[in-house]
């Protein structure tokens, strides 16, 4: 994964939504969209819980 789809994937396991993170990360909602489809792709995660458990096995949230 990229350094942003890192980003995208921890503050989608974290609640926010993607107009949230588009302006958190200063990029439109359809990019934060594209990235969202390519880290499923590439990781195989369906549904919110399976991102969720992912980010929290890899370390990437500090309080979950």
Do not use: D, F, Q
Not at 18 to 43: M, P, Q, R
């Amino acid at each position: 994964m990229t350094a942003r789809e890192v980003e995208v994937l921890k503050l989608t396991a974290e609640g926010y939504t993607n107009k949230e993170i588009a302006e958190k990360l200063v990029i439109s909602v359809k990019t934060v969209e594209t990235h969202k489809a390519h880290i499923a792709e590439k990781l195989g995660l369906k549904s919110r819980v399976e991102w969720l458990r992912y980010a929290r096995e890899k370390g990437l949230l500090s309080s979950v």
